[in-house]
T-cell receptor, first 112, second 114 residues
Framework: SQQGEEDPQALSIQEGENATMNCSYK?????LQWYRQNSGRGLVHLIL?????REKHSGRLRVTLDTSKKSSSLLITASRAADTASYFC????????????FGTGTRLQVTL | DTAVSQTPKYLVTQMGNDKSIKCEQN?????MYWYKQDSKKFLKIMFS???????INETVPNRFSPKSPDKAHLNLHINSLELGDSAVYFC?????????????FGPGTRLTVL
């Protein structure tokens, strides 16, 4: 089974609203990363958060990590139509420095 | 200039054929990867090379054989293609192994096996 499960599977919001996506994982991690994938394109790295960090920001993105609950969330504030994409969390398990294990993804649709 | 490029972008072929997908990165990275994304968008690592040496080999049929002629290239050869091989294949690279560094992805190769 996948290491990362994302919730919701799909999210539809209006431009200007905030979007929150959640990722849960099963085993101890070294770090967790979020990626965006536009339709028909490759993945683009957004943020990396290490296991000893609780929150990171990058522009309109805010990522939190709760290792006790084995979960992370990605918040996109003041969303734009251009944010429409699939968002994936990916974990690096403790002791496996070379490998990213991706979650199932959340498909975000931002409408005007 | 494209950082990670793949060719071809689309590949349509018959069952039983042999095909190759090429990947090149001009970022000077040491580590390269191949991923498979299925129709449900689930992305799974297949192989990883660091300095031309294989460091990850997931449970992939031996019909799939990666080859890294140099640090900037990682090609994927697939023998005896099957219907289930239809997917989008992504190449990626990073300076350090994935656990410590950002991965940069190519645009993908959509393989359709008829």
């Amino acid at each position: 089974s996948q290491q990362g499960e994302e919730d919701p599977q799909a999210l539809s919001i209006q431009e200007g609203e905030n979007a929150t996506m959640n990722c849960s994982y099963k085993t101890s991690i070294n770090n967790l990363q979020w990626y965006r994938q536009n339709s028909g394109r490759g993945l683009v790295h957004l943020i990396l958060i290490r296991s000893n960090e609780r929150e990171k920001h990058s522009g309109r993105l805010r990522v939190t990590l709760d290792t006790s609950k084995k979960s992370s969330s990605l918040l996109i504030t003041a969303s734009r139509a251009a944010d429409t994409a699939s968002y994936f969390c990916a974990t690096v398990l403790t002791g496996t420095a070379s490998k990213l294990t991706f979650g199932t993804g959340t498909r975000l649709q931002v409408t005007l | 200039d494209t950082a990670v490029s793949q060719t071809p972008k689309y590949l349509v072929t018959q069952m039983g054929n042999d095909k190759s997908i090429k990947c090149e990165q001009n970022l000077g990275h040491d580590t390269m990867y191949w991923y498979k994304q299925d129709s449900k968008k689930f992305l799974k690592i297949m192989f990883s090379y660091n300095n031309k040496e294989l460091i990850i080999n997931e449970t992939v049929p031996n019909r799939f054989s990666p080859k890294s002629p140099d640090k900037a290239h990682l090609n994927l050869h697939i023998n005896s293609l099957e219907l289930g091989d239809s997917a989008v294949y992504f190449c990626a690279s990073s300076q350090q192994p994935a656990g410590t560094d950002t991965q940069y992805f190519g645009p993908g190769t959509r393989l359709t096996v008829l």
